[in-house]
């Protein structure tokens, strides 16, 4: 069956960097396009960085561009968030998704606490 498995979460200081990866099975990896979202505390879910299945096309919410970036490796079938200059606003559990028609799968999520 499809599993996402998000790692790489913790604590982090404002101004500093954090890698998240999703190690992801049960399906054709390399066919999926993959997304990140987060779910801050009282808040809905949102979409924080969406990637094509070749890697090619990315794309940001735009409060978080120029800091994060969504890469894949294919070969691992993994995807990653690398968090670059986090603020606090940024706090939140953040989970992998994909689309596989009919259905959508989410990990778990992995909590991403930025504070000094």
């Known amino acids: 069956q499809v599993q996402l498995v998000e790692s790489g979460g913790g604590l982090v200081q404002p101004g500093g960097s954090l890698r998240l990866s999703c190690a992801a099975s049960?399906?054709?990896?390399?066919?999926?396009?993959m997304n990140w979202y987060r779910q801050a505390p009282g808040k809905g879910r949102e979409v924080v960085a969406t990637i094509s299945n070749t890697g090619d096309i990315v794309s940001y919410k735009e409060s978080v561009k120029g800091r994060f970036t969504i890469s894949r490796d294919n070969a691992k079938s993994t995807v990653y968030l690398q968090m670059d200059s986090v603020t606090p606003e940024d706090t939140a559990v953040y989970y992998c998704?994909?689309?596989?028609?009919?259905?959508?799968?989410w990990g778990r999520g992995t909590q991403v606490t930025v504070s000094s």
């Open positions: 049960g399906f054709t990896f390399s066919s999926a396009g």
């Open positions: 998704n994909c689309y596989l028609f009919p259905q959508e799968f």
